[in-house]
């Protein structure tokens, strides 16, 4: 399996940025694909805010495209989402969600982090 572990969330004005980072566990046996950030507000479905796969190709939910920009370094098995001119509607627990592949045997996997809370204040 692939621990994940956000962090980076918080409270900010409206206007305001935040970069949170997350970060995977290494194994030598799995090969992480395509990493993703969720988000879910109170009383909402889950949504896809963006993802990236392993050579760099994103995609971003209209909502944030121009203010959200997802990147990761492969180095250090992290992925980044920097949220620019947040608003009020962004308020949501943000999740990291990571695509694997066994490198020996086994079925395709998804993991998912425990969430990070990102709160925006009008």
């Known amino acids: 399996q692939v621990q994940l572990v956000e962090s980076g969330g918080g409270l900010v004005q409206a206007g305001g940025s935040l970069r949170p980072p997350c970060a995977a566990s290494?194994?030598?046996?799995?090969?992480?694909?395509?990493m993703r950030w969720y988000r879910q507000a109170p009383g909402k479905q889950r949504e896809l805010v963006a993802g990236i796969t392993s050579d760099g190709s994103t995609n971003y939910a209209d909502s944030v495209k121009g203010r959200f920009t997802i990147s990761r370094d492969n180095a250090k098995n992290t992925v980044y989402l920097q949220m620019n001119s947040l608003k009020p509607e962004d308020t949501a627990v943000y999740y990291c969600?990571?695509?694997?592949?066994?490198?020996?045997?086994?079925?395709?996997?998804?993991?998912w982090g425990q969430g990070t809370q990102v709160t925006v204040s009008s």
């Open positions: 969600n990571a695509e694997c592949s066994p490198r020996l045997t086994g079925r395709d996997f998804s993991s």
């Open positions: 290494r194994s030598i046996f799995v090969k992480i694909n395509a």
